[in-house]
């Protein structure tokens, strides 16, 4: 007769990590998701108002939603951590949809507005229709030099029409596209407008000399090679009144190239 002897294992007790072990730990996991018969709606108002309280500039009413992909998870949003280069932090990673058939348009409006030397200006309605993003999304890490947030962004998108409606009066723009510059100059993949790693976008607050303090947004010098080359089209501008409509027809731009940038906003 054979007897099995069993005997209660102690558990491991938790033990602290030093930094270097710390340092040894790095993302590889991640998640897929998508949105169901998306749609918002609100009358809440976002207001900015200047220093000295002279003014402010509104942005309120907000409503969007969006189609879906009959096989939403065949093509999902993905978030990723993945390892930065040597001696870099890791990087977090939002890819949209590659979305190439366009099923998953946005639809969205909101109402500015303007107060300044005693007016209150309701500048207009934006409306966009069949808003179309295909493929890009953002990154974020640790900047290497720096202190705040850095960023990438990456954006290819097609915008049915965008107008800026005043009462009976409009602005159009129809069929625009925006993206990397391809060989025949039409957009080709996601224009590169920021790199977290080779020409970081920062998101800081900063102080400077004076003691001023200051809400920073910009994007590195670019590097010897240049930024990455963008390019817009524009199918047809209109204006539509009253008295009269006008057509101005197609614009583009063949070459963007985002070098720097430096926005700064004050209280």
């Known amino acids: 007769m054979a007897m099995l002897l069993c005997a209660p294992l102690a558990a491991a007790a938790v033990e602290p990590m030093n930094d270097s072990a710390l340092a040894q730990v790095a993302g590889r996991d991640g998640m897929s998701f998508n949105l ?9 108002t976002l207001r900015y108002h200047t220093g000295d309280g002279s003014g402010s500039f509104s942005f309120g009413d907000l409503t969007a939603s969006r189609s879906d992909n009959p096989d939403g998870f065949a093509d999902p949003y993905r978030f990723d951590i993945v390892k930065g280069s040597a001696g870099r932090a890791d990087i977090m ?24 030397d005693g007016r209150d200006v309701n ?20 900047p290497q030099v720096d202190q705040g ?22 602005m159009i723009l129809s069929g625009v596209h925006i993206g990397a ?14 790199d977290v790693t080779n020409q970081p976008g920062l998101f800081q607050a900063r102080t400077d000399a004076e003691g001023q303090a200051s809400l920073h947004v910009g994007i590195g010098w670019a590097g010897p ?24 027809g197609a614009s583009r731009i063949g070459t963007i190239q985002l070098n720097y940038l430096d926005v700064r906003f004050r209280p």
């Open 36 to 44: 169901s018969d998306f749609s918002l709606k609100g009358s809440a």
């Open 93 to 116: 990673r939002l890819s949209m949809p590659e979305n190439a058939a366009g099923h998953e348009a946005w639809q969205a409006s909101f109402v500015l507005g303007v107060q300044a």
């Open 123 to 142: 500048v207009g309605t934006v409306e966009l229709k069949d808003l179309v993003y295909y493929g890009g999304g953002f990154e974020w890490s640790t």
């Open 149 to 170: 947030l850095a960023f990438g962004i990456g954006l290819r998108s097609s915008i049915g029409s965008l107008a800026l409606r005043q009462g009976e009066s409009s």
């Open 181 to 194: 510059r391809g060989a025949d100059g039409a957009p080709a993949g996601p224009w590169r407008l920021a």
């Open 225 to 248: 090679e240049g930024a990455p080359q963008g390019t817009l089209q524009i199918e047809n501008i209109a204006f539509r009144s009253p008295t009269g409509n006008v057509d101005l």
